[in-house]
């Protein structure tokens, strides 16, 4: 989880990135047939073939655009990741405001973010035991947050609204990985779920709890 005033990860190839043009709409195409795609059937079952022919070009023509079909993966990926950073903006900035308001706006806005791009968050979490790259990419995602997250906590004990406590890394990265799991179960509907109306509020509570030891801090 960041803020507006951390750069966004930088491109690496993995699409074409130039000026506006018919290009950049097939660009646009193949990722829109990947992600409607990846709603029908698992990442696996998808063919490169597929992808053209839902963007409306040929398989070679495919190829000027992404060098794989995990490329494509990757480049949805990165847009959501980027969107969520975006939907995120200067939340934590504010948080001495309101602390309960603040971070529950900023679970909130990961929640809709990831929500509406489930498809593609599914078939990542399901491919990275065996993609390198996209467990990279999420690793360097997940960690950018992690020190976002970190910071805050550091903020809130300097300003007294936070008591000491456990390392706010390690009280970070457990935050963050368990957000990131209990999405994925409510998700997928994988095993013992909570249910999507509820999981914000969940979420939130197990947050202000870990970090202040209440679920209202002052």
């Avoid at 951390?6 to 990135?17: E, I, K, V, W």
């Avoid at 990442?43 to 963007?55: C, K, N």
């Avoid at 509820?198 to 202000?208: A, F, Q, S, T």
């Amino acid at each position: 989880m960041t803020t507006a005033r951390t750069p966004a990860p930088t491109r690496t190839g993995r699409g074409r990135r130039s000026g506006r043009s018919a290009g950049d709409d097939r660009e646009s195409a193949i990722l829109a047939t990947a992600e409607r795609l990846l709603g029908q059937r698992a990442f696996g079952e998808i063919s490169i073939d597929d992808l053209a022919r839902g963007a409306g070009i040929s398989r070679p023509t495919f190829y000027f655009y992404f060098p794989s079909k995990d490329a494509v993966l990757l480049t949805l990926l990165d847009r959501v990741t980027e969107e969520a950073d975006r939907a995120a903006g200067d939340v934590l900035v504010h948080l001495a405001d309101d602390p309960r308001a603040r971070w529950r706006e900023l679970i909130s806005r990961f929640h809709a973010t990831f929500g509406a791009h489930r498809d593609v968050v599914l078939a990542c979490a399901e491919v990275r035991g065996t993609n390198a790259e996209v467990r990279r990419l999420w690793a360097t995602v997940l960690e950018r947050w992690v020190q976002a997250v970190e910071a805050a906590i550091e903020a809130e004990r300097r300003r007294g609204a936070a008591p000491p406590g456990l390392p706010a890394r390690d009280l970070a990265i457990a935050l963050n990985s368990m957000n990131e799991r209990v999405w994925y179960a409510t998700f997928a509907g994988d095993g013992p779920a909570v249910a999507e109306r509820d999981v914000v509020d969940v979420l939130l509570d197990v947050w202000l709890t870990g970090i202040y030891r209440t679920s209202t801090p002052a």
